[in-house]
């Protein structure tokens, strides 16, 4: 069964890799760089492995937190719910950041 997690796994990151990038990705923030977020997906089987996406942020990426007046990139913190919406989905680039209320 671990196996089969694990070839998941790999597929999910081929999948990212060629092209087939999500047009949305919800989930949790799992680490911040200066340039970008990973966000990590979470499922209901403890024992299956979801994929992690690097989305990058540049300057047209617009940054929500629902309930605050306003949000930047330097407020996203490891363990926030997102939703991130992608413009280019080839170079794996964010037009809108939502992080969701805890």
Same mark, same amino acid.
Do not use: W
């Given at each position: 069964m671990k196996r089969l997690g694990v070839i998941s796994g790999i597929l999910f990151i081929v999948a990212g890799c060629s092209g087939n990038f999500p047009s949305e990705i919800e989930g949790e923030i799992f680490k911040?760089?200066?340039?970008? +977020?990973?966000?990590?997906?979470?499922?209901?089987?403890? %024992?299956?492995?979801?994929?992690?996406?690097?989305?990058?942020?540049?300057?047209?990426? +617009?940054? %929500?937190?629902?309930?605050?007046?306003?949000?930047?990139? %330097?407020?996203?913190?490891?363990?926030?719910?997102?939703?991130? %919406?992608?413009?280019d989905r080839e170079k794996q680039i964010a037009s809108k950041i939502v992080v969701e209320e805890e």
């Amino acid at each position: 069964m671990k196996r089969l997690g694990v070839i998941s796994g790999i597929l999910f990151i081929v999948a990212g890799c060629s092209g087939n990038f999500p047009s949305e990705i919800e989930g949790e923030i799992f680490k911040v760089e200066e340039d970008s +977020i990973h966000i990590a997906i979470y499922g209901d089987d403890p %024992e299956a492995e979801y994929p992690v996406y690097e989305v990058i942020i540049d300057d047209a990426t +617009i940054i %929500e937190k629902v309930g605050a007046n306003s949000a930047s990139a %330097e407020s996203l913190e490891i363990g926030d719910r997102v939703v991130a %919406e992608i413009r280019d989905r080839e170079k794996q680039i964010a037009s809108k950041i939502v992080v969701e209320e805890e």
